[in-house]
Structure formats: structure tokens, C-alpha cells
């Protein structure tokens, strides 16, 4: 009995020694370590159990990564032309990922059906399967004891129709999503409650706004959303990815140097800006992971690997690409932006109107994310393609497209945004002088567009019901009439309307503003937009009449920038501080007496928020480490 524990022991102690990845968690939006460390996965995925000769044993884990990867998505194709399922080859590539000390994603990869029916986009089409699959998996991961593991519930789910992805998303498959992870994650919660579930979005994982406007019951799991992307030829869908980042946790499960078809060479430009975005220039400062397609010899541009496999050094060039983004190692900057000409001000008691035009400085990326098509008035693009841009020169060095509501007689309304592309997001300076939840209108055209649109507070959501909850985290507007879709129609007919969730039409909502100061508003849009006239946040006069005295409090920080880390801090009152990462996760918490102080924080270097309660009031200031 006493040599059968010892074996048992040194067995767990292998498994644990080959397994001694930390586990991974989710702080807010942010995957992190389990010890609260940002973290970002990144590497290749594979292509399906056929392609052995590029993805057959533990050799090509070990290429992985010694090219710096610390992630291998295997991809197990359910309906192959060949081999269909491989449950012993997944259960194998977790072993070589365990033993190489380097995270898996275990993928069920739906397909896009290239016969025409549509129907094998539908991951509800192989639920069956799909059950029993991950009830092996999961089993298999529980008996070993391993960590290292996420599961991605389904590649690409689509309705097989080129499209726009929020329309075919909202008419057929979103439900589909949601009706499958129903069935699927109640056995991961069951064998791996711990693990990292990653769950597709509608058309081919890039309409990423389902998740936060009409979001799945995630059963208490850690749930992230994917999103896949194209360099070649899918720039338009990488603002989703930069705005749905404020929002919801989200990882780029596959993406390629190439076009979606997997040809047409590589656009490294294109690419860049997807890597930006990754590694944290995004509206949410989200630090998003990313697998890399493919490993393997396929004959195509998106291959990392030419003929003769790793072993051979063939490097294609969209191999070569992704070895020097690995060499790179953590690379991370995030969205820098300072107010216009001042910080707009509303008082918590009048009705307050957005100055549309004096958005933040900083530039594209920074201050706001705008991408124009190739149908855009002005050229070179992007460029300022609104009226009041191109004619009158208002932020004419600017993308952000502001134009009038009345083009006839400007004076007589508002400037207005337009040319309104999927993912397009632009920040504002905005100083509260009273914190609380406020209702809200927008100025709208009478043309019927997508029109979904949400709302940031410090790279944060800002929307919550009449009930302060965050369920429903975006709305569409309503066009200001009846509404056309007539082309070119209704675009000068504009109105005072009230947003509504298309999924919960009899809720209010409001704008949530946590603290008193300086704030980035974010107006977010997730799709196509007929135009956006002005934002008005309505006042609430019980705010009373002390606006000038919300605030006595008196707070200095000093070094700013700090060399060491160091932190000195000057308060008039005794008061409660936290600071906040860049990624808005509490790395200090205490209490400091009225007077000068000196925090024993250790901070790394980096971009700090240090926010300030006390009976005088709220303060938040930003902090620097060099």
C-alpha cells in the first residue's frame, strides 16, 4: 500500500512539474495570472489533425516555443474531409503543451459551409458531439490535474452569407450561440470550473457587440469572447476589436497575415495596427492575446511554414512576421489623450450639451479610432470628411468626421458627427462636479441605419439601467421621425430622441459617473451610424446649488513622473487611497493621515490612476513611473 501512494505521489508530482504554468484568471475585462499579473498569450494555432506533418508530437511544441510562443491553439476540426474529430490527438498536444510549460486552447472548429446551405455554421447543428467532446476533454484535464488549459466553444459561427456582421448576428446567430453555450458550459462548469471558456461571436467571431448588448448567461464561469481577423483584406472590422475592448474580455483566437481566404500575400501595414490594438491601444486598455493561423505547410500565404516543416527553417513571410512579434515579448502602450481646449464642464444640475467638435487630442488610436472606406468624400483617407471639416476647416488634421446638422444654416443647430463606420470611437474631457446616474438624449437623424452605440467612462462601460445594473451595456438610437431607408433620405431631419435596448425596450438608462473630476467620456459606435448630432446629459436640479463646493479636498502628488516608483502625497484631510493600473486593477490600498505622506506602493513602471476619498470629497490623478 505504502509503494502504491509513493507512486501515486511521484505521479501527481510529474503532472505537476510538467504542468507548472500558473492558472489563469480574469481581473475585470483583463486576463491576468493567477497571481493578478496582466498577461498576454500569444502564438499559432494549428491546422487540423490531417496536416500531421507540421503538428504530429511534441517537436513542434518545442518549435513553438522556442520562438517565443507561450500559447498553441489546436484546432480539431468535427466534420474534416479526411479524419473528422481526433479526440486522441487533442488529448495528446495537451500532454506536449503541459510538458513544454505552455498554455492550450482546446478548439471545436466549426466550419463555414462552403456548399451554400448555411447550416454548418450553426454550432447547435453538432451539439451532440460537441457535449460529448468536451465531457472528454474536461474529464481528461480534471484526471490530470493540469491548468493550462482554456476551452474555445466554437470557431466561427456564422449564417454562411457575406454580410454585415451585426445584422446576420442579430437575425440568426446569436441565438444559435447562446442556445449552445446552454449546453456546453454547464459540463465545462462541472470538470474544470476554474478554466478560461472562450466563446465565438456572430459571422466568423467579429460581431463582438452581442456579448455586452444581449449577453449569455455565463453560468459564474470566466468567460471570454473571441474575435478573428484577416490583415488582407478585414481592416474595416478592427475597430470592433478596439471598441468592444471597454466592454467585455476578449482574444483574437485566430488571425492571419493573409486575406480571410488564406491567399492573396500578406499586408504587414494592416497587421501592425491589429498588434497596436493588442498590446493596448484600445478604447479599454485591454491587453488581448492572440494565435497566430497557421502552423503549418499549407499552400498558402497565411502559413508560417514552407515545404520540409519546422526542422528545415522555411520560414514563410508570414512566419517570419510573427517570429519577430514573439521576439518582441510583452510590448504594451496604451491610448494617451488630453482635452481639446479645457475640460467641457457639467454641473450635475443643468442640462448639459456635448460639444461634439472638441474631442480629445492625440490622434487616431489615442484620442478616438476612426476608418474611413474607400467611398468617403475626401481623399487621401482617412481624413476629416465631414462639412465642417473639409469646407470650414473645423479639426480638419483630425479624422473624426464633424459636419452640421443643418449644412444650409450652421447656426442654426449643431455640429454633428457622421460618415460613421463600425467600431469608430472618440473620447471627451469631461468635468463632473456631481457624481450619480443620469438620464440622457441624443440628437438624431430621421434615416434608418444599424445606429448601435454605447458609452465609456474612463475606458470603463458607462451605461446602467433605471435599476443600476450593467446588464444591457449598449443601445441603438432612434431615428427622429418615422425613418427612411431611402438612399441619401433623411439625412437633414434631425430630433431629440431617448436610446433603447432592442432587447429590453421597456428600460431606462442612464450615464453612471462614480466620482467627481475629470473623466474621458467614450461615445462608442458598434456599427454603421446615420449621424450623431449632440449628446445632452439631463441636469438634476435636487444636485442644488453648491456645485463650486463638491469638492474641498486638496490633493498633491510629487515626483510626477516618478523615477524610482517612488510616491509622496499631500492631503488636507485624513483619506482612503487606491491606485489603479492602466487596466483598472487596484496594485495599492490604504489609509493616510491629513499632512504629507510617502506610499510604499512598488510601483513598476507604468501609467497610474491615485484616487482619493475623504469626507472633503473624491480626487483622481494621473501618475506616471518611468
Not at 179 to 186: G, K, W
Not at 497 to 525: M, Q
Amino acid at each position: 500500500m505504502k509503494k502504491l501512494f509513493t507512486l501515486v505521489s511521484l505521479l501527481m508530482a510529474f503532472a505537476f512539474s510538467a504542468n507548472a504554468l500558473e492558472g489563469l484568471k480574469l481581473v475585470g475585462n483583463q486576463l491576468c495570472t493567477e497571481s493578478g499579473k496582466p498577461i498576454q498569450l500569444r502564438g499559432w494555432s494549428t491546422h487540423g489533425a490531417w496536416f500531421k506533418w507540421c503538428a504530429d508530437d511534441e517537436s513542434d511544441i518545442a518549435a513553438m516555443k522556442n520562438e517565443g510562443a507561450n500559447m498553441a491553439r489546436i484546432a480539431n476540426y468535427f466534420e474534416s474531409v479526411d479524419t473528422g474529430s481526433d479526440e486522441n490527438w487533442v488529448k495528446g498536444f495537451i500532454d506536449n503543451c503541459a510538458k513544454q510549460g505552455i498554455y492550450c486552447i482546446v478548439d471545436w472548429h466549426v466550419l463555414r459551409n462552403y456548399d451554400g446551405d448555411g447550416s454548418k455554421g450553426n454550432p447547435m447543428d453538432k451539439v451532440s458531439d460537441a457535449k460529448n467532446f468536451f465531457r472528454s476533454i474536461t474529464s481528461y484535464v480534471r484526471e490530470k490535474n493540469y491548468n493550462h488549459v482554456l476551452y474555445e466553444l466554437c470557431n466561427e459561427p456564422n449564417y454562411n452569407i457575406e454580410g454585415d456582421p451585426y445584422e446576420l448576428g442579430k437575425e440568426y446567430v446569436w441565438k444559435w450561440i447562446k442556445d449552445y453555450c446552454n449546453e456546453i458550459l454547464p459540463i465545462i462548469k462541472d470538470k474544470d470550473p476554474n478554466a478560461i471558456v472562450l466563446v465565438g461571436t456572430p459571422q466568423w467571431d467579429q460581431a463582438v457587440v452581442f456579448p455586452f448588448l444581449d449577453p449569455i448567461d455565463e453560468m459564474g464561469l470566466k468567460v471570454m469572447y473571441s474575435f478573428h481577423y484577416y490583415a488582407g483584406d478585414q481592416e474595416r472590422y478592427l475597430g470592433l476589436l478596439s471598441s468592444a475592448s471597454a466592454f467585455i474580455p476578449l482574444f483574437v483566437t485566430e488571425w492571419g497575415l493573409s486575406s480571410h481566404t488564406g491567399g492573396n500575400g500578406i499586408s504587414t501595414k494592416s497587421a501592425d495596427k491589429l498588434m497596436a490594438v493588442c498590446n493596448g491601444k484600445n478604447l479599454g486598455g485591454q491587453i488581448i492575446s492572440w494565435a497566430n493561423w497557421s502552423w503549418s505547410a499549407q499552400d498558402e500565404s497565411s502559413a508560417a511554414i514552407r515545404n520540409g516543416g519546422y526542422d528545415s527553417k522555411n520560414w514563410s513571410e508570414s512566419g517570419n512576421y510573427i517570429r519577430e512579434q514573439l521576439r518582441k515579448g510583452d510590448n504594451f502602450s496604451f491610448c494617451e489623450s488630453s482635452a481639446y481646449d479645457g475640460a467641457q464642464v457639467f454641473d450635475g444640475v443643468n442640462d448639459f450639451y456635448l460639444e461634439l467638435d472638441k474631442f480629445d487630442k492625440g490622434g487616431n488610436y489615442n484620442a478616438y479610432y476612426d476608418f474611413d472606406e474607400s467611398w468617403v468624400a475626401c481623399s487621401p483617407i482617412p481624413c476629416n470628411s465631414g462639412a465642417a471639416g473639409m469646407y470650414d476647416g473645423i479639426r480638419s488634421d483630425d479624422y473624426v468626421d464633424v459636419g452640421y446638422t443643418n449644412e444650409n444654416n450652421p447656426e442654426d443647430g449643431y455640429l454633428s458627427l457622421g460618415y460613421i463606420g463600425q467600431g469608430e470611437w472618440v473620447k471627451y474631457t469631461i468635468d463632473v462636479k456631481h457624481p450619480g446616474d443620469y438620464e440622457f438624449e441624443t440628437y438624431t437623424t430621421n434615416h434608418i441605419d444599424y445606429n448601435i452605440i454605447a458609452f465609456t467612462v474612463d475606458g470603463k462601460n458607462a451605461l446602467v439601467d433605471e435599476d443600476g445594473n450593467e446588464i444591457h451595456r449598449a443601445l441603438e438610437l432612434q431615428t427622429s421621425g418615422s425613418g427612411t431607408s431611402e438612399e441619401g433620405k433623411g439625412y437633414d431631419q434631425w430630433g431629440w430622441t431617448t436610446p433603447v435596448c432592442p432587447y429590453a425596450k421597456n428600460k431606462k438608462f442612464r450615464l453612471r459617473f462614480n466620482e467627481a473630476g475629470e473623466h474621458k467620456l467614450g461615445i462608442v459606435f458598434m456599427t454603421s451610424t446615420s449621424g450623431l448630432g449632440s449628446l445632452k446629459i439631463i441636469g438634476d436640479p435636487g444636485n442644488g446649488s453648491d456645485v463650486n463646493d463638491v469638492n474641498n479636498q486638496v490633493v498633491s502628488l510629487w515626483p510626477n513622473p516618478s523615477e524610482d516608483g517612488s510616491l509622496n502625497i499631500s492631503v488636507n484631510c485624513d483619506a482612503d487611497v487606491t491606485i489603479f493600473n492602466i487596466q483598472g486593477v487596484a496594485v495599492y490600498s490604504g489609509k493616510i493621515a491629513a499632512g504629507e505622506t510617502k506610499l510604499d506602493a512598488s510601483l513598476a513602471s507604468g501609467v497610474y490612476y491615485v484616487t482619493v476619498k475623504s469626507e472633503n470629497g473624491i480626487s483622481t490623478k494621473k501618475f506616471t513611473v518611468k
